[in-house]
């Protein structure tokens, strides 16, 4: 059998071959055209010869399956494909640039930026395990960055979709994955958990912050379980500037049950977004290695990890919203306000994963400000900021599952809707006010929130009385200053 | 071409009816029956008028366990099953009969297997419920692909030439691609008497120029269909199943 038929100046259903970009124990990788398409591609062929590892055509049938039903600027798009009789390959779109593999010399980076760069691929993961699939090969050579700063995640070869047959999973005893990086789930078989992407995310972040492994790079499947039970030295005994905020996600990445991750990749790409929004625990204090009695007991008897049976859910999403209340504090608006607690307040039972955002627009003047209005503005700030808290501590949430935003702009509708197009958001929840006077601007806000929000939006609003009932006042459309309801 | 797989449609016309809608609306080009067009159900011969009229167009149907059960008592079938068999027995005219007597066993198209429980040889009837009877279904045919009912629940096997299983539980509406380099066994639900919680019925629908099936869930009027089985004086068991899915 040839090993290849593919090569440059190759023609395959109208693509044209170019140079070999690549050649791994697993595929080949070739830069392509094709005269109707504008950007560049890139031909991907499993290596079929003697002696090839069989997870490489297994690993390309899971990447014929899965990739043409990604979609997204977090994955190269998938343009076609085919077989040259013997030999199947997939055409996609070439992503330009490097792999964070190349980063890797310049370890260790600044912390801010490897938060950075956390959030993009957190935010790429959130993508991805919203499409039913949980990646299980993150790491730097799997990622890429678009021109426009995306992270995009390649190789879906050890990917499993969980609405599709997992070849994989079926077809080899052994884990298959990335030793450095691959979460102790998926070291015991378990495949199904979208959380072990953030496990393997905290590998790279602990990585990239200290420019060491946390787990280094074990040969053996023993040496694989270790993590099982032994925890790294904390990022800031090695790199002591790290702040404990960063050490605190990090580490809660790392965790070795799924459940004491983050829930979704969301909650954990918005936490890296809000530093001043994270919950520090003991995660961010300790400064060296767990004693050895409690590794020895975690070895042998407390902590074993066990595969639970039965499904998982892939998206956690649905238990673990991201709720984004939009609240109106201005006096006139308290009855709506209330309403809107008490909404939250009924959804929250249902969701126990949920995080709540409580937002206030601060409405700025669209003129440069001086520095005494400039000083009020930041009084106005703090005193929303109280004024938010104030509002939600009937909800009884704990801290790390609620935060305060107050968000200033001109434009009310566009902040909320950048915010919620930032942070992931999955719910809005957000009043309009009845009276009549202003409703049609104030319904302007939550319309048009309605309107272009990328999520769920339930508008509250007050029981209307009938339209006999009301005293017909003219729809005025005057500039009343107003705060979003 | 678009194939749909039809298969355990136990004399239940609402459910047929609302799956042949569905698949025409999916762009049908060819209906496969597998088989168990009576039993349990109280319309067998509306169900049988429809499957020889869609035959007579070109549909292909096998015969199924209660199919030959008219002809023949030679299976031992639960109380409910036998008690609902004698009674169809009595409904059935000489050209259903003859019409059932008719059906082969198996029906290969191209590289494609219809069968109604198995590959391997009757009796006995096969239940493929787990991985080692899909195995041993696939070890026993050389087809590429091949499709069959009779546990009444959708399941999906792929082999490898190395003998390599995977099984799947295939997700409603959600097109599962068959690759080449393996060979599957596509266990296609009941169209009319569901056995897996949900009462709408099921079927499948196999595309052949993409090479992907997708099992579909379809609502029917469950109530009316429990109310015939009654009104026939069929056992209460049969609706009451019927109404749970069960």
């Known amino acids: 059998m040839r090993q290849t038929t593919i090569m440059p100046g190759a023609s395959l259903d109208g693509f044209v071959v170019g ?3 690549h050649r791994g124990g697993m ?3 070739w830069a392509a055209t094709h005269p109707d398409i504008s950007f560049p591609l890139l031909v991907k062929a499993p290596i079929l010869s003697e002696g090839t590892d069989p997870a490489a055509i297994v690993g390309f049938e899971m990447e014929q399956m899965i990739l043409p039903r990604l979609s997204g600027p977090h994955v190269p798009k998938f343009i076609a494909q085919g077989s040259t009789g013997i030999q199947p390959y997939l055409v996609l779109e070439r992503i330009p640039g490097p792999s964070l593999l190349a980063r890797l010399p310049q370890l260790p980076l600044p912390w801010a930026e490897v938060a950075t760069l956390g959030a993009r691929i957190a935010t790429a993961l959130d993508s991805l395990h919203r ?3 949980v990646h299980l090969d993150v790491k730097p ?4 960055t678009r021109p426009t700063g995306e992270t995009v995640l390649i190789d879906f070869g050890l990917s499993h979709h969980d609405e599709l047959p997992d070849l994989m999973g079926e077809e080899f005893r052994l884990p298959y994955g990335t030793a450095p ?8 078989g378990l495949r199904k958990d979208p959380r072990s992407d953030q496990f393997a995310l905290g590998v790279l972040m602990y990585f990239f912050v200290t420019g060491v492994r946390p787990f280094g790079d074990p040969q053996r499947l023993s040496g694989l379980k270790r993590r099982i039970w032994r925890d790294p030295p904390p990022p800031r005994q090695l790199r002591p500037d790290c702040p404990p905020w960063l050490q605190e996600i990090i580490l809660r990445c790392l965790e070795v049950h799924p459940a004491w991750r983050y829930p979704t990749a969301a909650h954990l790409a918005m936490a890296l977004q809000h530093p001043d929004q994270v919950k520090l625990t003991v995660r961010s204090e300790k400064l060296r290695q767990d004693p050895f009695t409690a590794v020895l007991r975690r070895r042998f008897a407390d902590h074993q990890l066990s595969i639970p049976k039965g499904k998982i859910p892939a998206r956690h999403d649905g238990d673990a919203p991201i709720l984004a209340v939009a609240i109106d504090l201005s006096p006139e608006a ?16 249902a969701l126990p994963g949920a995080r709540v955002a409580c937002l206030n627009v601060f409405k700025l003047g669209r003129i440069t400000l001086d520095q005494t209005v400039d000083d009020q503005g930041r009084n106005i700030h703090l005193q929303r900021l109280v004024e938010l808290r104030h509002w939600a501590a009937p909800l009884d949430l704990e801290e790390g599952r609620i935060s305060f935003h107050v968000l200033q702009s001109p434009d009310s509708a566009s902040a909320i809707l950048q915010y919620v197009n930032a942070n992931h958001v999955d719910h809005v929840v957000i009043g309009a006010r009845a009276s009549s006077l202003r409703r049609s601007l104030l319904g302007s806000v939550s319309s048009q929130v309605a309107a272009q929000a990328p999520c769920t939006v339930t508008v509250v609003r007050s029981r209307r009385m009938r339209k006999s009932d009301f005293n017909q006042e003219p729809e005025e459309q005057s500039d009343v200053p107003w705060t979003v309801g | 071409m678009r194939i749909a797989l039809l298969a355990d449609i136990h004399a239940n016309r609402l459910a047929l009816e609302a799956c042949l809608a569905h698949a025409r609306s999916q762009g049908t080009d060819r209906l496969v029956f597998l ?9 067998p011969n509306e169900v049988l008028e429809q499957i020889m009229a869609e035959t007579a167009q070109g549909a292909i149907a096998v015969a199924g ?8 008592d030679r299976d031992a079938m639960t109380p409910d099953a036998e008690t609902a068999m004698v009674w169809t027995r009595g409904q059935l005219g000489p050209e259903a009969r003859d019409f059932l007597a008719s059906l082969p066993l198996r029906f290969e198209d191209g590289t494609r297997l219809y069968v109604h429980a198995s590959p391997q040889t009757y009796p006995p009837w096969i239940y493929i419920r787990e991985s080692r009877d899909a195995r041993r279904a696939l070890e026993a045919s050389r087809a590429q692909t091949i499709f069959c009912g009779h546990t009444h629940l959708a399941a999906l096997h792929g082999i490898t030439a190395t003998g390599q299983l995977v099984s799947f539980a295939p997700v409603p509406s959600v097109p599962v691609p068959l690759p080449s380099q393996r060979r599957w066994l596509t266990v296609v639900g009941a169209v009319g008497q569901s056995r897996d919680g949900n009462p709408a019925a099921a079927y499948a629908l196999l595309d052949t120029t993409t090479s992907e099936i997708t099992h579909f869930r379809v609502p029917y009027d469950v109530q009316a269909a429990a109310a015939a089985i009654l009104e026939a004086g069929l056992p209460p068991a049969l609706a009451a199943r019927l109404r749970k899915g069960l």
């Open chain 1, 19 to 21: 140079e070999q970009i």
């Open chain 1, 27 to 29: 595929a080949s990788l």
């Open chain 1, 131 to 133: 499409q039913h699939v």
């Open chain 1, 141 to 144: 050579s799997n990622l890429l």
């Open chain 1, 181 to 188: 990086y691959m979460a102790p789930e998926q070291v015991l």
């Open chain 1, 334 to 349: 308290a009855p709506i306000a209330e309403l809107l607690r008490s909404m939250v307040a009924h959804m929250l039972p």
């Open chain 2, 35 to 43: 088989g168990d067009y009576v039993g349990y159900g109280p319309q």
């Open chain 2, 65 to 72: 366990n209660h199919d030959q059960a008219v002809a023949n």
